[in-house]
């Protein structure tokens, strides 16, 4: 059974950082897309950022040049990390990946999610 366990969110301060994990547990299974979205009150799941098998980093607008993406591949986990942070960021941010077993069966998972606060 395949789980995300995500890490990292809190309340911080207008201009702080944050960093966010999630990793991947289970066995024989491999990863080939990895992703962070956020849903804030009242607005839909929206894609911050991702990884696709290209490897080629993708960035909402909205957190281009503020936020990155980063994977570490042996311990099958994603990073987010958040700079200049705005009230706007404010959110409950999920982690996905798109997992094929090695039966190469694929499927979706997502993380349970984190709450970022970001306010004054």
């Known amino acids: 059974q395949v789980q995300l366990v995500e890490s990292g969110g809190g309340l911080v301060q207008p201009g702080g950082s944050l960093r966010l994990s999630c990793r991947a547990t289970?066995?024989?299974?491999?990863?080939?897309?990895m992703a962070w979205y956020r849903q804030a009150p009242g607005r839909q799941r929206e894609l911050v950022a991702d990884?696709?098998?290209?490897?080629?980093?993708n960035y909402a607008d909205f957190v281009k040049g503020r936020f990155t993406i980063s994977r570490d591949n042996p311990e099958n986990t994603l990073y987010l990390q958040m700079n200049s942070l705005k009230p706007e960021d404010t959110a409950v941010y999920y982690c996905?990946?798109?997992?094929?077993?090695?039966?190469?069966?694929?499927?979706?998972?997502w993380g349970q999610g984190t709450q970022v606060t970001v306010s004054s």
């Open positions: 996905n990946m798109r997992i094929q077993t090695t039966a190469r069966e694929r499927f979706n998972r």
């Open positions: 289970g066995r024989g299974f491999s990863i080939y897309y």
């Open positions: 990884i696709p098998t290209n490897g080629n980093l």
